[in-house]
């Protein structure tokens, strides 16, 4: 029996763009064990209720059902070694800093720079709960939030600094070979390509060449993922 | 032989406060290497010409010239395997992401916190060459880069939100374990302890609780260094 996901869509529910469900798929996809999504929207609350709270990826392997992305990326390294998304001990460690900097500085500055996409993306039944949670959260409209981008990305794509200089002496975070730690940062990358038509990344930027590379990984798997 | 290291001292040749030569000597410690340290100063460029360049930490083991602290761990590593400070290849590629993000966020962070302080306790002779090339660097003076510290530190505290995270889940950086990432990290901080007394972390910060461990890991090596 393949394992079964529960991942966010939008109003068309082939369009699949949660950064931290992309961060899965792009686990499950190193491990190469095949996966069933199923589309949800953020009204499905009730869907997903057996996993004991409210956010997706939730994934049921079996009989174990196990919700966050990186107690997702733990439980398929544990339950299925090889191949490896950190090879050891240290490596994971060392991987829950990229995750929790991937969280602190990229979620924030991309939301910034593509929140009214989103909105324009999603299910209708989901705007009200979207712009009323994204509104109060960040003290103003959707539209006050994405104003002034063309000017705004360029401290977001500063703020990067760090990836792009590790990008410049490895071809992956995981240095050889791809790890959980390119699985973090492409899958946060996946969230703007797949609901904003917005460059979050320069196209000279380094970066953007190594995503390229994640894009054709897997089969193609993430070049392959519906745009708007 | 042991290995001998150049060590940036201040005026007094006892107060050493290179970050990046702490992060050499906690990953020496971290080996059980014995290190014969020699004070040296902006200055002396003519001392570590044979390496090749003019910063430290510069090492001599053996036969063997390494500079820069990057360099010199993966030097360590590959040369005095056990106690490891990486574990794999992965771990290691991923130690090198948090050096870019502490030289690229910690590092700008502190310099602007501290910039007059590090003046204050440096060898007289380093002082033109320290002012000069500082106050380049920032586009302003000393005194103005270092002015209203007590209300810019918050800031800087808030930017290293994806350490207090990782912390508040893992005793270590590298795990249940220290690894190169606690040296690189603690050898950051190293720096305003050694040249300040301003307190750029909160007393109630877990990364200041952890700090704490670090300095007495390796015998007490970090809390036994001269404090200004």
Redesign the interface.
């Known amino acids: 029996m393949s394992i079964v996901m529960h991942d966010l869509a939008g109003a068309d529910p082939a369009l699949r763009f949660s950064p931290y469900c992309w961060r899965t798929r792009f686990a499950l996809a190193h491990k190469g064990l095949p996966v069933e999504t199923l589309p949800w929207r953020f009204n499905d609350k009730a869907a997903i209720a057996y996993s004991g709270q409210g956010r997706v990826p939730v994934i049921r392997d079996e009989a174990t059902v196990v919700a966050d992305s990186w107690a997702i990326a733990e439980h398929l390294e544990d339950h299925y070694p090889t191949p ?1 998304l ?13 995750n ?2 991937a ?3 990229m979620m924030g500055g991309i939301a910034r720079l593509i929140v009214h996409d989103i909105f324009d993306v999603i299910d209708p039944g989901d705007r009200d709960y979207f712009r009323q949670s994204r509104e109060a959260r960040f003290g103003m409209t959707l539209e006050a939030v994405q104003a002034d981008r063309e000017t705004r990305v360029e401290a977001f794509r500063e703020s990067l ?3 792009r ?2 990008l410049g ?2 071809a ?5 070979a791809p ?1 959980y ?1 390119d699985c973090i940062i492409a899958g946060t990358l996946m969230w703007p390509r797949c609901c904003s038509r917005f460059a979050v990344l320069a196209e000279d930027d380094p970066i953007a060449a190594w995503f390229e590379h994640m894009l054709d990984q897997y089969g193609g798997l993430a070049r392959a993922a519906v745009q708007p």
Request: charged letters at 10%; proline letters at 3%; a positive charge.
């Open positions: 490896s950190f090879g050891n001990a240290t490596a994971r460690a060392h991987a829950r800093f990229i929790a900097w969280d602190a500085v600094l760090p990836l200089v590790v002496r490895q992956w975070l995981g240095g050889a790890s730690a």
